[in-house]
T-cell receptor, first 114, second 110 residues
Framework: DAGVTQSPTHLIKTRGQQVTLRCSPKSGHDTVSWYQQALGQGPQFIFQYYEEEERQRGNFPDRFSGHQFPNYSSELNVNALLLGDSALYLC?????????????FGPGTRLTVL | QKEVEQDPGPLSVPEGAIVSLNCTYSNSAFQYFMWYRQYSRKGPELLMYTYSSGNKEDGRFTAQVDKSSKYISLFIRDSQPSDSATYLCAMSATGNQFYFGTGTSLTVIP
């Protein structure tokens, strides 16, 4: 049973550029959540996708956008990169609905903005 | 005030000790609680999931939730060097957006 996968593993970009990160959820899961984890901090919720729609969003600017595909995989896009966007970006998959909310994380994509 | 408060440690214990990790929170609507273990530069690994109050046990791990005190705990019995990691608590009102603590760094000394 494949767990959550993310690509790429590492990424280096310069300020002002755009980046796309990818996530495939655990088999059987239909919901994908994205988190940003700065060094020494806990993950911060960016947004959640279910049925190809953004269902909930955390306190992140519109530079952060996403997409979910019919096969439940998801992308996170970040435009106009800032130095402060350097972090580990984590994707978590789960089942939508109350009582089935365990979120399983992928290994993350480490983004460095120079 | 942060939604979730967690002592960052570091915590250092001898092998075989009982470890107690704790988080407090301010939002009384939180009803979903999780504990994760995160090794350096890796994704968090789900250890325990609890809905509402009460205790849950899984092997060497016990999770406790006290909603009246807004306090959750994770106990690790017979701690092993392989338990050395950062432990994150996470909680949610809706089961969608989870709020995480900053993590407690644990080292188990052989």
């Amino acid at each position: 049973d494949a767990g959550v996968t993310q690509s790429p593993t590492h990424l280096i970009k310069t300020r002002g550029q755009q980046v796309t990160l990818r996530c495939s959820p655990k088999s059987g899961h239909d919901t994908v959540s994205w988190y940003q984890q700065a060094l020494g901090q806990g993950p911060q919720f960016i947004f959640q996708y279910y049925e190809e729609e953004e269902r909930q969003r955390g306190n992140f600017p519109d530079r952060f956008s996403g997409h979910q595909f019919p096969n439940y995989s998801s992308e996170l896009n970040v435009n106009a990169l800032l130095l402060g966007d350097s972090a580990l970006y984590l994707c978590a998959s789960s089942l939508y609905g109350p009582g089935n909310n365990e979120q399983f994380f992928g290994p993350g994509t480490r983004l460095t903005v120079l | 005030q942060k939604e979730v408060e967690q002592d960052p440690g570091p915590l250092s214990v001898p092998e075989g000790a009982i470890v107690s990790l704790n988080c407090t929170y301010s939002n009384s609507a939180f009803q979903y609680f999780m504990w994760y273990r995160q090794y350096s530069r890796k994704g968090p690994e789900l250890l325990m999931y609890t809905y509402s109050s009460g205790n849950k046990e899984d092997g060497r791990f016990t999770a406790q939730v006290d909603k009246s005190s807004k306090y959750i705990s994770l106990f690790i019995r017979d701690s092993q060097p392989s338990d050395s990691a950062t432990y994150l608590c996470a909680m949610s009102a809706t089961g969608n957006q989870f709020y995480f603590g900053t993590g407690t760094s644990l080292t188990v000394i052989p």
